[in-house]
């Protein structure tokens, strides 16, 4: 007999083994943990806190103020993306284990037309809503119907060096012309000094903060991405066109280095605090860093102002920030919706200004005389989320998002290239979005 | 029982013997590389938009695959890959031929020079593309110091310009797997007989004719070997993309592996991205085809 024919029996035992790793499930069996000690347990899934001192003193106000429900955090990726992954594989699973999570501003409409967040109408009532930054509440509102309460906010605004503006006694621009002619003439000034120095500091490349960037520049010239009505594309329209034509022309390589088209946050804020630039567009984040004197050459020096605007334009910052929405497949929405009503309330928002600098949701807060004394550069901050713009909603927003992120990364990058024509093509593929999300509408 | 019958039931027995041996290989490349092909293709036939799931999952035949032939950013990712595949395999092909050369030679310390060599093969992409990302950049880039010094005014921005961009992508590729390509061709090298070049030095051939006409020739299944690997591996190309540029500036960079993904991953667009799955699988396939088809004397000498 052939010896090795003795090993048949192995091999047999190998493979059911392979069998039970490939199609065994060693997650425990869930559902028990629904009540904890009595209580009602409201699963949250957010990422790991900033400020983890702040979230337990709130989370224990919770507690002692809910006797009858528990928070149990589920920590997600800090990165948007790696949550949005993990948020949307529950969520499309309908789990269970999923009762509050956070949002981050562009997805309230992807949630809604999904049927993962549940409408939050009914307990979130327009005299409530009121009370919150108006971008923030209309980024949380899709088809009519509200689906998240604003847990944080941001928006793009102007740094700039205040030493070297008072030098020659200006005020921060209020116009782009007038930012460029300001950067012009200290960049000569620095550059006949012989120091490297560039005017304009921003996000451009390929990525989502181009599309924050680009929008500012053309809401501000009285220009619009889309119709919020109708959804068709306006990226063609004169307006939106000449915005886009005055960041080719008068900042891509002139005030603003070539490089920008590669520059994400880190790497503008690190020209900026490294004393190279005058301006910088960057969201609230860059304030306290530029100001640390262990990380930047220029703390002490920067100022702070709400982004300029083109000649009979308004200035428009695109709105950042995390919203708390309701999962559809809640099984406690009332519970759900008392933590959510906790945490955006006044004291909570006011706790989390006053000891972690966190930039409010609530309007009045910003008038607070506690919250102004321990936290100044808010009402600086403030004037920027009141003139703040949501992004296009729609339930396709990444395919959208994408589409924008190419025509303006090619718009730049390409001195020669058509405008119109890049637009009305970029159109095209957007609106055959648009007709694709309609044709999904209840 | 006669002898030829106990043969054949002998021979029946070692057949089933050697399935029971193969089954668990098969099992797993049914299970990790036949089911996830086969799977991708039946996605590629269906409209599936995780956005959107009130438009159903309905079947819509090659619709998918006619969109992607009038897609311009999918031509255009198409024709970067194709770029990328050419110039990397070829370079690396070149790179990888000196490089083991250079390996065979017998010099002292030998046995360093080769593992100095595989440092770059056996860093991970996502490692390389950072350090290249890093060498690249305007501010603080080697590559600036090298070529600027001190001239802080004449620092070009590499990444950001859509000829070098791509350029970078290709370089850092090349950097990475020339050493892997010089592997190959030195298992090769070292099969030529040492009599081979004996009798041609005795012939009277200088050092360029034995090369041309004896170490060449006999490398030539090594050769093809490496340029099958390469090719295969290049149309895969996706990390380097994902870190240096993420597909841009204005989609110069961007592959069909890197668009499918982002169609796939980021946009929720399931059917279309398989298709484009399914093209990068086609292209891969056809062009191992010619190469077999070419190549097929040279890589199956020794099995002929």
């Keep these: 007999m052939n010896p090795f024919r003795a090993g048949l029996p192995w091999i047999a035992a190998l493979l ?43 989370l224990a106000g919770f507690h002692a103020s809910h006797p009858g429900l528990a928070v149990r955090r589920q920590i997600g990726p800090h990165s948007s993306t790696a949550f949005h992954d993990l948020l949307t ?83 921060p621009p209020e116009t782009w012309p007038q930012l460029v002619e300001q950067a012009r003439a200290v960049m000569a000034d620095e550059a006949g000094a012989g120091r490297y120095f560039q005017g304009y500091a921003g996000q451009f490349k390929q990525y989502e903060g181009l599309v924050c960037d680009m929008l500012e520049f053309i809401l501000s010239a009285g220009g619009r991405i889309m119709d919020p009505e109708t959804g068709r594309c306006l990226l063609a329209e004169p307006r939106a066109l000449k915005a886009v034509a005055f960041v080719r022309e008068q900042l891509m390589g002139r005030v603003a280095p070539r490089g920008s088209l590669i520059y994400q946050e880190p790497e503008s804020l690190a020209l900026f605090v490294q004393g190279r630039a005058l301006f910088l567009r960057s969201w609230p984040y860059a304030w306290q860093v530029s100001n640390d004197p262990q990380k930047s050459k220029v703390a002490g020096k920067v100022g702070m102002a709400p982004l300029p605007h083109f000649p009979g334009g308004q200035g428009r910052a695109a709105l950042g920030g995390w919203q708390m929405g309701i999962s559809a497949y809640s099984r406690h929405p009332e519970a759900a919706w008392a933590f959510i009503k906790y945490v955006t309330s006044r004291p909570v928002q006011k706790l989390f200004a006053i000891k972690g600098g966190r930039a409010p949701t609530r309007r009045d807060l910003y008038e607070d005389p506690e919250v102004l004394a321990a936290q100044p550069h808010l009402a600086e901050m403030g004037r920027s989320f009141a003139q703040a713009a949501a992004r296009p909603r729609t339930p396709l927003y990444p395919a959208l998002s994408r589409l924008l992120q190419v025509y303006f990364s090619r718009a730049l990058c390409d001195p020669q290239a058509d405008l119109p024509s890049l637009a009305q093509s970029a159109c095209r593929q957007i609106d055959e979005l648009t007709a694709l999300s309609r044709e999904a509408r209840p | 029982m006669r002898p ?57 035949g090659l619709a998918n695959y006619l969109r992607l032939a009038q897609d311009p950013e999918a031509m255009l990712a198409l024709a970067n890959t194709c770029l990328f595949v050419a110039a990397s395999t070829l370079l690396e092909l070149g790179l990888g031929l000196i490089i083991a050369l250079l390996m065979d030679q017998a010099v002292r310390g030998r046995s360093l020079l080769r593992a100095a060599l595989l440092i770059p093969w056996a860093i991970p992409t996502v490692v390389t593309s950072q350090m290249w990302r890093f060498i690249m950049s305007d501010n603080y880039g080697l590559l600036n110091l090298a070529l600027f010094g001190g001239d802080v005014a004449a620092y070009r921005a590499w990444l950001a310009d859509p000829f070098w961009a791509l350029a970078a992508v290709i370089l850092a590729d090349v950097w990475k797997t020339s050493s892997f390509a010089g592997l190959i061709i030195l298992a090769g090298l070292q099969t030529i007989p040492a009599e081979l070049h004996e009798a041609a030095r005795i012939d009277g051939a200088g050092a360029l004719r034995r090369f041309i006409h004896v170490t060449l020739p006999a490398l030539r299944p090594a050769l093809a070997l490496a340029l099958l690997f390469r090719t295969m591996d290049a149309f895969r190309v996706f990390d380097l993309v994902f870190v240096m540029t993420q597909g841009g500036p204005g989609n110069a960079t961007n592959v069909l592996q890197f668009y499918g993904y982002q169609k796939m991953f980021a946009e929720g667009f399931l059917g279309y991205g398989a298709a484009v799955a399914v093209l ?18 040279a890589l199956f000498r020794e099995a002929a």
């Design chain 2, 280 to 297: 990068v699988f086609a292209l891969v396939m056809a062009v191992s085809l010619v190469y077999l088809v070419f190549f097929r004397r």
């Design chain 1, 16 to 58: 059911a083994l392979a069998l039970c790793l490939a199609c065994g499930d060693s997650s425990p069996p869930a559902g028990g943990a629904e009540r904890a000690g009595g209580r009602i347990v409201i699963n949250f899934v957010t990422w790991k806190p900033n400020l983890p001192e702040v979230w337990q003193e709130a």
């Design chain 1, 89 to 171: 594989q529950k969520l499309k699973n309908r789990s269970r284990e999923v009762d509050v999570f956070l949002m981050d501003v562009v997805w309230p409409p992807e949630f809604a037309s999904a049927g993962w967040a549940l409408p939050l109408d009914a307990y979130f009532p327009p005299r409530e809503r009121a009370a919150f930054f108006p971008a923030a509440m209309e980024a949380n509102t899709f088809a009519g119907k509200v689906y998240g309460a604003p847990f944080n906010i941001d928006t793009g605004m102007l740094f700039y060096r205040r030493d070297l503006l008072a030098a020659r006694k200006w005020r």
């Design chain 2, 4 to 60: 030829a019958a106990r043969k054949a039931a002998s021979l029946g027995g070692e057949r089933v013997f050697a399935w029971g041996l193969l089954a668990p290989c098969l099992f797993f490349v049914a299970l990790f590389a036949f089911y996830p092909i086969a799977r991708s293709m039946f996605l590629s036939l269906y409209r599936i938009i995780l956005g959107l799931p009130r438009l159903g999952d309905p079947f819509v």
